[in-house]
Structure formats: C-alpha cells, structure tokens
C-alpha cells in the first residue's frame, strides 16, 4: 500500500498565487522528500527535510513536517506559469535509501 | 554520464513478448532504484540496488520481472511474457549511497514509455 496520501489530488491557481500541497503517511520516517514531475516522466528532487526538521526553506518553496501528526506540507509562494507540474512526496524509511512515494498533487498555475 | 540514461525512451511490444529496459546511472552512483508509474498515478517501487549487497526486490509484482546489475553500473529490468497491465512508465534513479539519501535524494532518468498491445 502507499506511504503517502497527497492532498488534493489538483490544484488550480492564478499566477502570483500562493501554492500549498499536503502529504500524510502512515509510519515512521527517516527523512520526507518532494519532487516535481512535467510531463509524466523524470523526477526532480526539490528539496527534503529530516525526521528531526519541522520546516525548511528553498528559493520560493517552504517545507514542514510534523512527525506527531506525521504529515507535511509544501508552500510554493508566488507561483509561476512554470510551476504547472505534479508534485511528489516521498517517504525515506530507514536507512535503506528506499522511497515511497505517494499519488501526487496536479498543479496548473494559470497565466 | 551528466545524468541517468534509460533506453529505449518508448517500446511498443506484443503482449506475450519479452522486453528489456536500460539504465545506467550517474557514474560513482552506488544506489539504483526501478519504479514504475501507471498513467495518472504516483511511483511503484520495484526493486533497488545498494553496491554489492543483495538487490531489494520486494516491489517486484510478478516472477515475470527480475533485473540485475552488471558491475555495480548498468542496470537492465526484463519483463518476460508482457500483458496489458504492464504497460507503464519505467523509471530508473541512483544516488551516490543510500547512507546519503538524505543529502543528495534521488536522480531520476527520464523513463522508458512501455506499451503493450
């Protein structure tokens, strides 16, 4: 079954808007990661934060987890036309370097 | 490479045919994952590679799919007998060691299109 439930599953905004993507998971983790994925192929690593970190910033993108209620989010501020993606979160258990990724948010920033 | 390489980038097969996918990661790259991704869903794990230790291959869904690692470089996933549910995107990812994870995450190829008709 999947680590993580992202919420919602799409996300439509006007350009300049602020972006916020969810992700819950059901067991204890080593580190989360989010990755950002155009048109339906490779993945690219935006940012990850440790199991011991509750929030990280990157560029326009900030992350947080909260392991108690084990979710996290990820805030794109000022969104672009070019940040129309789909965005991942993915689970590090252990350290085994094995990820679980969940469904994923659709995003449409709309010019 | 400058980056991970997967080929072919599609294959159309016959279902019943035998099919074998490429990667080969960023060299020095101890760590090698396989997903795959049904249209409009998130990533299956398959299997991964850590150096010279027993791949994980709890992912696998089926005896018809196995890969192996040559060398601690390339990787080729085969899928023996297509069906119709195999048809996917097959992504391949490294990083420099799964102790690591946490620092660099994953570098993904751009994927192999697998249709089966």
């Known amino acids: 079954s999947q680590q993580g439930e992202e919420d919602p599953q799409a996300l439509s905004i006007q350009e300049g808007e602020n972006a916020t993507m969810n992700c819950s998971y059901k067991?204890?983790?080593?580190?989360l990661q989010w990755y950002r994925q155009n048109s339906g192929r490779g993945l690219v690593h935006l940012i990850l934060?440790?199991?011991?970190?509750r929030e990280k910033h990157s560029g326009r993108l900030r992350v947080t987890l909260d392991t108690s209620k084990k979710s996290s989010s990820l805030l794109i501020t000022a969104s672009r036309a070019a940040d129309t993606a789909s965005y991942f979160c993915a689970t590090g258990l252990g350290n085994t370097g094995k990820l679980i990724f969940g469904q994923g948010t659709t995003l449409q920033v709309k010019p | 490479g400058a980056g991970v390489s997967q080929s072919p980038s599609n294959k159309v097969t016959e279902k019943g045919k035998d099919v074998e996918l490429r990667c080969d990661p960023i060299s020095g790259h101890t760590a090698l994952y396989w997903y795959r991704q049904s249209l409009g869903q998130g990533l299956e794990f398959l299997i991964y590679f850590q150096g010279n230790s027993a791949p994980d291959k709890s992912g696998l869904p089926s005896d018809r799919f196995s890969a192996e690692r040559t060398g601690g470089s390339v990787s080729t996933l085969t899928i023996q007998r297509t069906q119709q549910e195999d048809s996917a995107v097959y992504l391949c990812?490294?990083?420099?060691?799964?102790?690591?994870?946490?620092?660099?995450?994953?570098?993904f190829g751009s994927g192999t299109r697998l249709t089966v008709v």
């Open positions: 067991t204890s983790i080593n580190n």
């Open positions: 990812a490294s990083s420099p060691r799964s102790g690591r994870i946490d620092l660099y995450g994953y570098t």
């Open positions: 934060i440790r199991s011991n970190e």
